[in-house]
C-alpha cells in the first residue's frame, strides 16, 4: 500500500512512506551486503501545496507518474516550488500545521514496498549532524532502527560508494570541504537504502571541481541502487547527460513541460521560455547588451555617457591603490603562522578589472578581504592613496565611513551586509554615512534621494523600496546588495564569488553593472570561478597562485585551522585516562567535589580540590598552556569577587581603610579571599572534567543511561557542533558589516549598536541554518520515538574507579576542613 | 520506528500547538547555542567589564540581564512548554563547555533562571507572547536567578543584606530590560526577516504590543 502526502490528513513521518501500521524497523529489500534496492514509483494528481502565511500555493495541479528508477531533472524559474515539491516527497513538510493547505494527492511508492527516501540541500554546513564521520553516516540508520550489528557495514559500504573510503571514521566532519560534506550527507542517505533520491541544489555551493565530485558521486550511487531519484539543480549542463526526464515547473502552478532533455533543451519554445525565465538550460551564456551599459552609465556612478572608454584609451589610468610584497594569512607573523599568500605586487588602475581563480584554500578570499581593508596585510605592503593625503595610508587602519566611499567589499552571502530594516534604507545607509577626507559628509540628503531613487529604478527594486531585505527572493537580495555598495561610490570595488547561486537573468544584470562600473574608471577585483563572467566584464584572469611571488603553506580545502572555536576536546584529551570514561561518571565525580564546596566556605576544602585537581591535570591529557588558557577568567572572576566581599562585606576584626562610606577589614578581606578561592575551586574541576569530555558522549550517555529524551539531547548536540561555524560566521559579520560603513572605533555606544546589531545578524543567520538543519534531521527519519545506537554508552571498571575518586576528595574535603575547624557552613552566616 | 502515522485526525481544536516538532527542537537547541558563542564574543570584546564594578561591586548586577536573554528569547521564538527552560540550561550547558566562571553550578543558575521564565508564561498558559511577558519573564529569570546566587549556592556569604537586595535589584531591572525587552524586540524584528516563517512565532511582527 502507499501513503498519500497530502497534508493535514495525513502524517508523514520524515522519511518514511508506506505502511501506516508502522511499528516495526524497516527492512529494505536486500539489506544484505550489497545496498541494492529497487527504485520507488512517484505518482502526482492535481497536487498542490500553499505555505502557512502564504496567499498563494507554492505549487498547484501538479499531475505527473514518475517510473520505478526514473531520474528526473526538475525545472523552472525561482519560485516555481521545485524545493517544496522535493520537501513533500521527503515528507517535512509540515502536515500537522493548520495554515498549511494541501490539495491532491502525492503517493511515493507502489505497492507493500515500504519506501525510504533521502533528501540532499545546498548548504553543506546544514548537510552534517554529527561531529564525526562514521557517527553522520550511521545517524540515519540509527533513526530508522536498523539494528547495530548491521550499521556499521552499512557505514563502511556507503563511504566507499561516494568516493570517501579512506577516511577514518573518527575523522572530524568540522575538517571536510564542501565537496566532501555533500558527499558524506550522501553516504548518510545511502546507509538508510533508500529507494527515493531527492537532491535539492546538491552543487550550488560548491566550486566547478566539488561539482563535478559530487555529481560523479551520485550518478554511481543511482546507477548501483537503481533508485529513483528527481534532482532540482540551477546549472543544467553538469546533470542534463545523467537524467531520462525533465519536468518544467511554473510558480503557482503544476508541469508545463515534460520531455527527455534533448526534446525539452532543443532549440524551441520550451527552450527559450526557460531562457525568458532565468533558467541555465545547457549551452546558454546571457548575452551582455552593450544599450544596457550605456543606459547604465549615468546612473551607475559614472561620468556622462560621452567620454572615451578608459580601458581603451591610450593615456596610462592612474594608479588608485598597489600593493608591493603583500602577503594575506589569518593569522599573525608574530605567532609564528606563515602566511596563505606572499609576495603580491599589484596594481589597481582606475577601469582595471581583475578576475582571481584557483582552487579552495589557496587564498583568494582571504587576499579580497585583504584588499578591501577589512584584514590587516600578514606583511608588505597595501597602499591606497587619497587626493588629501589626511588618511592613513593603508584602509585597515581607516574607520568605517572612510572605507565605504573609497573600497567597496561585496560578500558573497548578501545577508550578511544588509543593516537595517528596508530596501530603501539599506541603499541610503551607506551614503549617509560615507565621510570626505575631511571627514565632512560626503552626500547630501537630497544627492542621496535622488541616487536612490534611480538605484532602485535601475535595479528593479523600486516596488520593494519598503520590503525587508532578509525577504527578498536570491536574485534581489544579490542585487540589493551589490546596489548598496555601489551607492557610495566606491573607486575599488571587490567582489567574492559574485554569481553563486544566480539565475541567468540576474547574472546578467551583475555583469551589465559591472561593465559600466568599470567604464567609469572604477577598479574590479572578483575572486571567481565563473570565467563566462569573467569574460562578460572583459576581465583579466588570473590564477591566485600566479600572482604570489611564492605561495604559502596553503591549508588545506576547508581546514579551518588551529583557531576555530570548537567543543570537541583535543585529541590527547579524548584519548586520556579521564578522556575514556564515561561522561555520567564524570559528572557524578563532579558532583561528589562540588557539593562541599557549596555547602562550606572555608580556605581548607578549597584549598585541597584546587590541589587535588593541579594533580589530576596529567589524567586528563590537557596541557599546562591549554588549562591555563582556559582558566585565566576564572582567575580575574575570583579576584573581583574577593574584591566586592572586602569593599561590601560585613565589616569585623580590625579597620584597615576607610574613605566615605568604604571600609575595608581584616575581616573582611579574609571574607573576600576565601571567597575568591570557593569561586576558583568550583570552576577548576569542572574545566578538567569539560576539556576532557566529548560532547557526543554526553548525548549517548545521557540518552541511553540517563535516559533523557532522545530527540532533545540529539537535537542539542546537532547545534552544538555549529558552535565553531557560529563563531566564524560571527568575524565575517563583522568585517561584512565594517565594508557596509557599520561600527569600528566609534564612541562605547555606536560600538554596542553595532555589536548588538551584529548579534542580530547572527541570530537570523543561525535560526535560518537551524530550520535547514531540522529539515536534514527530519529528513533522516529523526524524531520518531525509537532509534537503535550505533554507539553504547558502557560503564567499566574505569567509571567506577572516577566516581570513588571523586567520592573519596569530597569526603577528605569535608573531613580535613572539619578537623581543623574551618567548616563554615554557608548559610548559617 | 514506531512514528505514529496519524491518518484522520484533522485538529479542530484551536489551542495552540503543545507538542514539540523536530523544528522547534533544533531552532531551539540553536539559539541556546548562537547566545554561547555571543557571550564567548561579548566576552572577548568586554573582558575587563568587571572594572566598571569596582566601585561598588552589587551594581553588577546591571548586566545579568545579558546572561538571561536565551531563556525569554527562547520561548518568544519557539512558543511551546518548557522552551524557555530548555534554551536557558542549554545555553548554560554550551558556557559550560566553553569555559564558564561557575563550573558545575552553572547548571543550577540555568535550570533555576530558566524556571523563572518558565513560571510566568506557564501562569500565562502559553498564550501570551506580548511585551509584559516578556518583561515579567526577564524580571522572573533575575529573581530566581539571584535567589540562588544569594542564597542557596551563596556565591557571596560575607555581603550584608542590603547589599544582597541592592544585588538583587540592580539584576531585576537588567532582566526586565535586556532580557525582556531586548529579547522582545529582537523577536519582532527577526520575525520580520521571515526567518521564523516556520514557527508558531512566524507573526510576531503584526500581533499587538500587549499580546
Known sequence: MSAEVTGPETRTAGARHGDPAGGTAPRPAGSTAEATTAGAEVVASGWGWRHAGREKPALAGVDFRIAPGERVLLVGPSGAGKSTLLHALAGVLPADDDEAESTGSLLVGAGAERVTTGLMQQDPETQVVQSKVGDDVAFGAENLAVPREEIWPRVRQALDAVGLGGLPLDHPTSSLSGGQKQRLALAGILAMRPSLLLLDEPTANLDPDGVEEVRDAVVRVLERTGATAFIVEHRLAAWAPHVDRVLVLEPSGGVIASGTPEQLFAPGETRERLIAAGVWVPGFVPEVSVDAVAAARGTAGGPAGGEADRTASPAPAPCVAMARGLAVGRGSAKRGDAPTLAGVDLDLTAGRALCVTGPNGAGKSTLALTLGGLLPEFGGEYAYTTASGRLPRRPYRWRAADLVSRIGSVFQEPEHQFVTATVREELEYGQRHARDDGGEPLFSEEEIADRTDRLLERLRLAELADANPFTLSGGEKRRLSVAAVLATRPRVLVLDEPTFGQDANTWRELAELMLAERRAGTVIVAVTHDEHFAAAIGAEQVDVRDLAEHPGTAAPAGNRGPGRLSLEPSARASTSYLGRANPLAKLVALACVTIPLVVSMDFVSAGIVVAATLAMLPLSGVRIVDFLRRTWPLMIAAVFAAWGTALVGEKTGEILFEAGWYSISTGSVTGGLATGLRIFAVALPAVLIVASTDPTDLATGLAQKARLPHRFVLGALAAMRLVGLLAEEWQVLGMARRARGVGSNGSPWQRMKANGGQAFGLIVQAIRRASRLAVSMEAKGFGGPERTWAHDSVFTGRDAVVVLGGLLLGVVAVSAAMALGAWNVVWAS | ?211
Open chain 2, 1 to 211: 520506528m514506531a512514528t505514529p502515522i496519524n491518518p484522520a485526525a484533522p485538529s479542530t481544536a484551536k489551542a495552540p500547538q503543545r507538542a514539540w516538532r523536530v523544528v522547534d527542537i533544533v531552532v531551539a537547541s540553536v539559539i541556546a547555542v548562537v547566545s554561547g558563542v555571543i557571550f564567548w564574543a561579548w566576552n572577548m570584546s568586554y573582558a575587563g567589564l568587571d572594572f566598571l564594578w569596582v566601585a561598588f561591586p552589587p551594581s553588577s548586577g546591571l548586566v545579568m540581564g545579558m546572561w538571561l536573554f536565551p531563556g525569554v528569547l527562547g520561548a518568544l521564538i519557539i512558543r511551546k512548554p518548557g522552551a524557555a527552560l530548555y534554551c536557558e540550561l542549554l545555553a548554560a550547558i554550551v558556557s559550560a563547555f566553553m569555559g564558564s566562571q561557575w563550573g558545575l553550578t552553572v547548571l543550577m543558575s540555568g535550570l533555576v533562571q530558566g524556571l523563572g521564565a518558565e513560571v510566568v508564561f506557564a501562569s500565562l498558559r502559553y498564550r501570551r507572547w506580548g511585551l509584559p511577558a516578556a518583561m515579567v519573564a526577564g524580571g522572573g529569570m533575575a529573581l530566581f536567578g539571584t535567589f540562588n546566587e544569594l542564597f542557596i549556592v551563596n556565591w557571596f556569604p560575607m555581603y550584608t543584606l542590603p547589599m544582597k537586595f541592592a544585588y538583587m535589584g540592580f539584576a531585576i531591572v537588567s532582566g526586565v530590560v535586556i532580557a525582556g525587552l531586548v529579547s522582545w524586540v529582537a523577536t519582532r524584528a527577526i520575525a520580520r526577516t521571515g526567518a521564523l516563517s516556520s514557527l508558531a512565532s512566524r507573526r510576531a511582527a503584526q500581533e499587538p504590543v500587549a499580546g
